[in-house]
């Protein structure tokens, strides 16, 4: 059964419902995998073993049955980011206090994809906080990327693509608030999909007692092809129940043939310059979408500076990011913006000052992200999809140092930390769907996503324009130790 570590969940689901396999021995095979190569990871951090196995027989039950109403990905193993709701199991969020916080119910989208008919064994790994490009924590420890053990496998859906690239599950889901789906997507060589904001509705996917969506942040899918992307998207969208008596789904495919396409190259910027090695990576993309007659503007950008997306987002990441932190981390990031000089207009100043904003600079800067979805809006009437980076280098060593004095080395120069969230952000701030999909490999064998930004809602050109890409060698590949 070697040969079903790496293929794709739809190929899974179909080859259960051929009775190649059935779910129960999948599930089997996973498991094995899990035991043969997770401590090494950590990427799995909960399972759900005995509960996970019942369902498997319950999905070939349902089969041998012949029933005909079966989900998409009926019999599929899958693991999920920890941060998900999964009734039974903490949900913890990498935060020590929360280690005995235990599910009562699934979230939704966990409802939704049981009911497309995932079998799901188990939770990954995440940050403190969801807040890293890294995956540690002190209740689960640290996950390694399978490509190379020493380096990170992003964050903060870390886990997530360490799984899925080291062949242990049949398909993830993740989050993304700053890259958290994206950036572990590209240093794992996995596909992975930030949706529309709120296109998928994350209840169930919060701290304790939360209902109501929190401001840029998503959950979407990982997986190992981009038919995965949109089977999952597919099944965990559409209006939570609250809205559901007048709103429904209607995401349009992808029509148009790439000789059709107008495609907007944001090849580098001078925000986050990227390493030469990435670069490369756009430029074979470029060529290839080229030789498959699409039109090319490498100098196409929407009617607002780079500058002012990026400062308008870092308002609204800090004022969202901080409001989750308790009262008393809470007050002294308080004092700590009294104390600033008035003066001080530096980045780290605003930084501080942007944590603990009132709802009156929230309204200000929601205001300029409103004037910046608009002027998206009329860009996209002339440009299919924007191609960028989305991050500026390929994996890194693991760093648990102090935030504020981690560096990333870009052309063999040291970069700051979190300038990495600029490509994130392109997407995020504006709400816009983004599909990061493999583009091969760097001279030192580690993988390069890139990302395809679309419309709003234009979920399923991304994801479309990735599937064809796909077809032309721009897919998964096993890491060597995993094979």
Known sequence: MSDYAFLSATTLARLIREREVSSVELLQYYLDRVDQYNEDLNSIIVQIRDEAMDAAKEADARLAKGEVNLGPLHGVPMTIKESYDVAG????????????NIADEDALSVQRMKRAGVVLF?????????????????????????????????????????????????????????GSIRNPAHFCGVFGHKPTWNLLPPRG??????????????????????????????????????????????????????????????????MAPVDSEVLAAVDRVCETLKSLGAELDYDARPEFPAEHHHNVYQQLLQMTMFCRSPDDVYQEAVERANALDPNDQSMNALIIRNQVGRFKDWIVSNEQ???????????????????????????????????????????????????????????????????????????????????????EYGDLTTIGVAKILEKEGYGFKAPPDYQ
């Open 89 to 100: 199991t903490p949900t913890t969020w990498g935060i020590p206090e929360m280690k005995d």
């Open 122 to 178: 188990g939770k990954t790994n995440v940050p403190l906080r969801l807040s890293d490009f890294q995956s540690y924590n002190d209740t689960y420890g640290t996950t390694n990327n399978p490509w190379n053990k020493k380096l990170i496998p992003g964050g903060s859906s870390g886990g997530s693509a360490a799984t899925l690239a080291s062949g242990m599950t049949g398909i993830e889901s993740g989050s993304d608030i700053g």
């Open 205 to 270: 996917h919060a701290m304790s007692g939360i209902l109501s969506p929190s401001d840029l942040s998503v959950i979407g899918p990982l997986a190992r092809s981009a038919d995965d992307l949109e089977t999952a998207t597919l099944a965990m969208a559409g209006p939570d129940e609250l809205m559901s008596q007048g709103m429904r789904l209607n995401l349009k495919p992808l029509k148009k043939n790439p000789s059709e396409w107008r495609v907007a190259v944001w090849r580098n910027d001078e």
């Open 369 to 455: 992200r409103t004037h910046i979805r608009w002027g998206w809006y009329r860009f996209f009437q002339d440009y299919d999809f924007v191609l960028a980076p989305i991050m500026a280098r390929t994996a890194f060593p693991h760093d648990h140092g102090p935030m504020s004095q981690r560096t990333v080395i870009v052309n063999g120069k040291p970069r700051d930390y979190f300038e990495q969230v600029f490509w994130a952000g392109i997407a995020i701030n504006a709400y816009l769907p983004s599909t990061v999909f493999p583009s091969g490999l760097a001279s030192d064998g580690l993988p390069i996503g890139l990302q395809l930004i679309g419309p």
